[in-house]
DNA sequence: AAAAACTGTGCAAACGTTCCCAAAAACGTT
DNA sequence: AACGTTTTTGGGAACGTTTGCACAGTTTTT
C-alpha cells in the first residue's frame, strides 16, 4: 500500500522540458525564463506537485529538522518550551522531532544517536537528571552536528547555552518564604547532576545567609530520578519531616505536584502546615493552596531564543566560536491569600 | 557545516567488496556466507557505521516513521497516548512525528499535509475541535496513507478507530453525582464537532433518565474551542450559574481544569458548593478538592492499540478492508472525603 | 562425465532531487 | 556575415541505499 505523488520527471516529462529545468523553476531560479516558470509552476499547482523530501535531504545532506530532547513532554515546563521551538522553526522552515528521555541516561544516548542517524541538522537538549557522562554528545558535536543546551546544560561544553536565572528564582523563592515567617525552610530537589540543581540550591543559600538562617545539609533532599518515582519522593520527605519544616523550598516542576502529592499520602494531618515555593510553570498550582508560591520560567521564551541561536549555527557558512549563554528571568507568583482554598 | 558518516560503499572499498554484498550482509540475507557477514559486520562496527535512513527511505518509499496529530501535548490525556504510542512504535522500528493543532482546524490540515510530504508511513490522528471537514483526510486515505483515528473520530470514515467507553465513562461520573445527592447536574462540554461530545451526552442524558431527573438543554454548555481561550470557560460558567447547579459533569481534562479555575476567580464564593466530575487523565486533580471525581481513560493503552492497528495496516501486504472500532473501558475515580481539601 | 542445481558475489538500475557543465538559442557588435 | 555574449535549457552524475539479474564456482544429480 503505497501512495504515488508527482514527481519533478513526471512535470518535464509533460511539459517536454529536461528535469533541471523543472527543478530551477520551480526553485526560481534567475537562469529560467519567467515564461517557462509560469509553465512550469501552474502545471505543478495543477496536479498538486510536492517535493519530496526525503530526496532533497538525500541530495542536500541535510533534512531541514530539528531535534527535541527533553525528559518528558507531560510537564508544563517543557511543553511550553517545545511550543516556543516551534513557534519558530517552522517560520524558518525547519520541521521538530520530539524525543523523551523519561530521565532516563540510557535513553537520552539512544534517542540523539537515533536523531543524528536521522540526519538531523541540529539538536536542542535538556540533559536527563541521570546523565553525567556527555562524552557521545561531543562526539556529534566534534563531527559537526550543531547543539544547544537549554535548562539542564553542561558546564563545560563550549556552544550556546539558554537557562533561566536559576539563582534568583530560588533566590526569591526562599526569600519568600523566609519573609511570611518561616524559619525552617527546607529544599527539595532534583539530582546533583544537573545544572539546575546546583544554581538553585546556591540561591536557596543565598536567601538564607541575607537573613543569617544557618544552611542545614540535612534540609536538603536530592531525587536523583527528578521524582519519576513516587517511591523516591515519599523517601525524601519522610526523612525531611523530622525536621520539622515550616516551609520548603522544591526545583521542579514535577517535584512540586509530587511532593504535595507525597504529604498528602504519607502525612496529611501536617502537610496543610507546610509552606511550599516552588519552580513550576503549570498554571494549576494556583489551585492547590493559599500558601503555594510558584517561580514561572519564561518557557515559551527559552524555546524560542534556544532555536534562534541553533538555526544560526546551523546556517552559519563558517564554523561558529562564539558562543553565548542567554539567561532569563523568572517570575515569582505569590498566591492570594485571601481566595482560600477550599473554594470547591 | 556537515558531518559525515561512512557508508556502505566504504566499507566495500575497505573489504574489496561490492555494496550488494555488503547490504545483503547488514541486513543478514540468506544468500551471503557467514564468513562475509562476519567480516562485514565486523568492520561496520568497528567504524561505527549507521544506515543512513534517509537514502533507505527514499528506496524503499517508506519512512518507517509515523505521524502524530494531537490538539496539545501539555494534556494529560494526550501525552499518556504518546507514551502508549511510541512504546509499540519504537519496538516495531518506527519512529513517531508529533503535531499539535491547538484545536485550530487550519493548523491541523497544515500539519497532516506537512507530514503527508514528509512521507510518513502512517497517521495517527485526534481530530481537532474545530475540524468539521475531513475530505484533505479521505484524500490522503484514498491515495493510500494508512490512517487511524483514536478519540476524537469521525463517524463515516471506514478505517480502524480506538476510543474510550465515553457513553459509560460519562454515565458513570453523572450517576456519581446524581447519587452524592445532587439534583441539579450541569454538563459542560467540547465542540459539538467531536464525537466524544455527543458520546459524552448521551451517557449524561441516560444517567439522568435513569434517576428521573429531566434534561435541560440550557444545562449543557458547549466550548468551540475547547477551553483553549479562558473567556470561552469563565462565559460557559457565568450562563450557567443563574440555573444553580450543585454539580458538573464536565467532558474533558482541559475544560475540567479550567472550569475550576474559572469558578475560582468569577464566583469563590460559591465555587465550593458545586461537585465536579469530570473526564481527565491528570493526577494532579486528586490535590484540588474531596468533591471532584474523575473519570480517566486508559491513554496510554489507548495509544499502544492505535499503534498496533495502524502498523498492522502499514505492513498489510493487501488493501485492508476489514475495520475495526476498539472500546476501551473507563475508570471512575472518586475522591475520598476524609482528606479533606485543605491538607496545606 | 555431462547436466543440473545451488552458493556466493558483483553489476547496474532505481528512488527523486540538485547542480556542474556543456550545448543551444537569442541577441548584439563589428 | 561572422563573431562574441548572454540567456536559457539539457545531460548526467551524485546523494546512500536496495534488489533483480547475471555469472562464476562449487556441489549434486543422472
Redo the contacts between chains.
Sequence with gaps: ?????STIKDIAKALGLSTSTVSRALRDRYEISEETKKLVLAYAEKVNY??????R??KE???YSIGIIVS???N?FF??V??GI?SIAYDRGY?V??S?THESYKQEKLNV??L????IDGLLIALSSETQDINYLRD?YA????IVFFDRVPEDFATHKVIANNFKGAFDATEHLILSGKRTVAHLTNSENLSITRERLKGYQAALAKYHIEFKPELVKYCQHGGMHSEELEQAVKELLPYKPDGIFISSDRLT?GC??A??KTN?EI??K?A?AGFTN???V????P??TSVKQPAFEMGQVATELLIS??E?KR?VTEFETKILDTELVRMQKT??????
Excluded at 494556583?286 to 493552596?289: A, G, I, K, T, V
Aim: hydrophobic fraction near 45%.
Design positions: 500500500m503505497r501512495f504515488e505523488t510536492r517535493a519530496n523530501p526525503i530526496a535531504s538525500l545532506r541535510r533534512s518528558e513532554i507531560a508544563n511543553s511550553q517545545i511550543n516551534e520541521h522531532i520530539i523523551q544517536e537515533h543524528a542517524s536521522r540526519s556529534l563531527k559537526g552536528l550543531p505536584t504535595i502529592m504529604l498528602k496529611p502537610a496543610h507546610i511550599i503549570s498554571n494549576l494556583e489551585l492547590f493552596s500558601s503555594l549555527m546551523i552559519a564554523p481566595l482560600g482554598n477550599r473554594f470547591l
